[in-house]
């Protein structure tokens, strides 16, 4: 993959015993975000080593690095070694978070979670967001953009309120755990979201009263990134046990196939 730009010099603190400041801090993000690295303060793994080899940052004032989306802790615990081997000034700040299993979630591959450090606390549940390199949200999406894709988000928001429904309605011991199933949604997107950090914040609503199959919820979710609300979404789901579920999806199963094999049989399928 081409760089996204060519290797450039690394601002460094100036001034009788400076110490870096906040102008040498960079992001590294994945490589399929390649096109957000025309910003100077977001490097990819390819443009960053080309940095260091061509115009690395003086020895007294290393390069404070902190983990973007696209960088996984393989990736990030990687770097750390080749960069203590090469002798490279780099210092690596934080660490990614650490994506939920993906059966929580729903998922077959795990490159296609995309919530990480999952937490319930008084004011609702969150998540951090992650997008790993492999996920067929990215893989998949044509346009050239420097954002994370607005269904990225979107499968975001379902995977946290799906991972929070089995903690919020837990099942009883000879049960098997609740399954959010989403009948409604509604997004709006108020400003693009770019492959740093960001976080999901959301709360769990009672739209009517609980029923032994299932019990009606509304989740608001937020996605908020350096401080800001970058979109909200607003999820309609009823929390099933599976078994019902599967009697639903069986019994409309049966009436659709009846329905077109009685258009058939009159000539009214098109």
């Known amino acids: 993959m081409p760089l996204a730009h060519p290797a450039r010099p690394i601002p460094a603190a100036t001034g009788p015993g400076a110490g870096p400041n906040p102008s040498s801090v960079h992001w590294l993000i994945g490589e399929s975000f390649h096109r957000a690295a025309c910003n100077p303060e977001l490097l990819t793994l390819a443009s960053l080593m080309a940095t260091l080899r061509s115009a690395p940052p003086p020895a007294d004032s290393p390069l404070r690095l902190r983990p973007g989306l696209g960088v996984d802790v393989s990736t990030w615990e990687q770097l750390g070694e080749e960069v203590a081997k090469a002798g490279h000034p780099v210092r690596l700040e934080g660490e990614p978070p650490r994506p939920v299993a993906r059966h929580l979630v729903l ?20 998540a951090e967001l992650v997008v790993p390199n492999q996920t067929e949200l990215l893989l998949d999406h044509t346009a050239d953009q420097q954002h994370v894709p607005g269904m990225v988000l979107i499968e975001a928001a379902i995977q946290l309120v799906t991972w929070a429904v089995t903690h919020h309605q837990p099942a009883p011991p000879h049960l098997p755990s609740r399954y ?11 400003r693009f979201v770019f492959p740093v950090p960001a976080q999901l914040t959301a709360t769990f609503t009672p739209t009517g009263p609980p029923e ?21 979404l607003t999820l309609h789901l009823h929390a099933f046990y599976p078994e019902h579920v599967f009697d639903v999806e069986s019994h409309q199963a049966v009436t659709t196939l009846r329905l077109l094999h009685e258009q058939a049989v009159t000539g009214r399928l098109t």
């Open 107 to 126: 998922k077959q591959n795990p490159a296609n979670v995309v919530i990480a450090d999952a937490h319930f606390d008084r004011n609702g549940f969150g």
């Open 180 to 190: 959010g199933v989403m009948h409604g949604c509604d997004f709006s997107f108020r």
């Open 212 to 232: 032994p199959e299932k019990i009606p919820l509304r989740a608001d979710v937020t996605v908020h990134q350096a401080g800001r609300v970058c979109s909200r």
